[in-house]
């Protein structure tokens, strides 16, 4: 009797996890829909379509907070894909440049306040990696030192190889995480108390989910003299052998 009701209770809560999945996947795309509109039109009134300052500060309001609203939704369509298991992984060998390249030409916009600066190691290996979903991953690391450092403060991305690893960096110079909270910071929904609001707490447990996924791992360090220091170290794999060309 006990043992049934225990498997009762389990089979309650799957129940329930798997009707959270769903709602969750099906809000956020009743959400996105909408939005993309508006961002669309904003981005239309952007233009010279309209010469009052006032007009053009509260045109990029709307444009900064959609984009902000655009950021939660991804996050949480991904956490449901990823918690429900269902997300199959897309592996291609892609070009770390690249990917660096893409985040900050897609979000030019929030990061323009800040000086990125971007190291990379000469001829860097290929790594195998789910491009969209690695894009992700980076553009939450690299917002988020955004969002949490003062405006004009150099954003450092770094990508290297050490130990038949790529390790790729993002570091800012913004206040930091306090010690006794480093350990909770990857937890889905965690926020630094007194953090501002205005995020979810999932950018990062998204981050190390798509990274474990890769069988990578991801650190987090304090930046020396000030703020933080995210470290993700992927193996890297014998490189494609190229197509031998023919004379
Ligand atoms: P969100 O940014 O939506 O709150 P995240 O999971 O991305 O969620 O981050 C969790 C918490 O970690 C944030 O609320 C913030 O307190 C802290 N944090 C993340 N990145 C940084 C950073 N670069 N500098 C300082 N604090 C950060």
């Known amino acids: ?41 904003a981005a239309a009134l952007d233009s010279d379509l309209i010469s009052n300052p006032l007009a053009k500060d509260i045109v990029k309001d709307i444009e900064f907070n959609s984009e902000r609203l655009n950021r939660v939704i991804e996050n949480l369509l991904d956490m449901s894909r990823l918690s429900s298991g269902s997300l199959a992984l897309n592996l291609e ?33 290929l790594v195998r990696m789910d491009f969209r979903l690695f894009e992700h991953a980076l553009a939450n690391l690299i917002l988020n030192a955004a969002q949490y450092s003062q405006p004009d403060t ?20 913004g206040a930091g995480i306090p010690v006794e909270f480093i350990g909770q910071i990857f937890e889905k929904f965690y926020r630094v108390p007194g953090t501002l609001p205005g995020g979810t707490g999932l950018g ?5 989910n798509i990274v474990e996924l890769h069988r990578g791992t991801i650190l987090y360090h304090k930046n020396e003299p000030q703020g933080s220091r995210f470290i993700i170290y992927l193996p890297l794999e014998p490189q494609p052998t190229l197509p031998i060309e023919e004379n």
């Open 93 to 125: 060998w892609q070009d770390i440049s690249d990917l660096i390249g893409v985040v900050l030409k897609k979000h030019a916009k929030p990061l323009q306040s800040h000086r990125v600066e971007v190291g990379l190691q000469s001829e860097l290996p």
């Open 204 to 208: 990062l447990s998204i981050v190390k």
């Open 1 to 41: 009797h006990f043992l049934r009701k225990r498997i009762i209770e389990a089979q309650r809560v799957e129940d329930s996890e798997k009707l959270q999945q769903t709602i969750l996947a099906s809000i956020s795309h009743e959400l996105r829909t909408p939005l993309t509109a508006i961002l669309g039109s």
């Open 154 to 173: 150099k954003i450092i991305i770094r990508a290297y190889t050490h130990e038949k690893q790529l390790v790729l960096e993002v570091k800012d110079h």
